[in-house]
């Protein structure tokens, strides 16, 4: 159990439809990034936040977007659903920035798999 | 950035040490090179990571060569619960860039 908690596990949705993702990160760690894996294009980095702030983003669609709230728990948004946003997404957490610097360690939560019909 | 190169997949027998090579040749010299594994569709599970000396911790060893061109990670004992897709990345910035991995598959 690596501390960081999504929810939901599982959800099923249509077309054109909105749904929020949800994650709670380790106690004590500032950084939230989100990570989409589908079949066909692996794991790829979504976004990050630090301590409210969005911090990077990577192939992160317009239709999707993210916040971190005060108490530190995060949201993706995924609007206008098209099947091929059929994937799961993790969430993983790290205490501080994350630069190449510092030893910053991701830890991943069990990730929320999204089917679109 | 810096790219990784894994082998597709690998065999272990149960019980024997499983080394899994990664290279990585144009690493710069501030970049650590992190090890992960998926467990089938699991999240990506930590093992371990480092920059330039060889690191140790209760999952596995990692060896780096002098040049940092080159990493291997050894899982000491397999198990079968070790069966997973491993993951070697060069850390850039904030992001984990994750490649197509080494698929290992541990045999009784």
């Known amino acids: 159990d690596s501390g960081v908690t999504q929810t939901p596990k599982h959800l099923i949705t249509a077309t054109g439809q909105r749904v929020t993702l949800r994650c709670s990160p380790r106690?004590?760690?500032?950084?939230v990034y989100w990570y989409q894996q589908s079949l066909d294009q692996g794991l790829q980095f979504l976004i990050q936040?630090?301590?409210?702030?969005?911090?990077a983003k990577g192939n992160i669609l317009e239709r999707f977007s993210a916040q971190q709230f005060p108490d530190l728990h995060s949201e993706l948004n995924l609007s206008s659903l098209e099947l091929g946003d059929s994937a799961l997404y993790f969430c993983?957490?790290?205490?501080?920035?994350?630069?190449?610097?510092?030893?910053?360690?991701?830890?991943f939560g069990p990730g929320t798999r999204l089917l679109v019909l | 950035d810096a790219k990784t190169t894994q082998p597709t997949s690998m065999d272990c027998a149960e019980g024997r040490a499983a080394n899994l090579p990664c290279n990585h040749s144009?690493?710069?010299?501030?970049?650590?090179v992190y090890w992960y594994r998926q467990i089938h569709s699991q999240g990506p599970q930590y093992i371990i990571h480092?920059?330039?000396n060889n690191e140790t911790n209760e999952m596995a060893s990692l060896i780096i060569t002098e040049d940092r061109k080159s990493s291997t990670l050894i899982l000491p004992h397999a198990t079968l619960r070790d069966t997973a897709v491993y993951y070697c990345?060069?850390?850039?910035?904030?992001?984990?860039?994750f490649g197509k991995g080494t698929s290992l598959l541990v045999t009784p």
């Open positions: 993983a957490s790290s205490v501080g920035l994350g630069t190449t610097k510092e030893k910053e360690t991701q830890y």
């Open positions: 106690s004590g760690d500032l950084s």
């Open positions: 936040y630090y301590n409210g702030e969005e911090r």
């Open positions: 144009t690493i710069s010299g501030n970049e650590y």
């Open positions: 480092g920059l330039k």
């Open positions: 990345i060069v850390r850039v910035r904030y992001a984990l860039n």
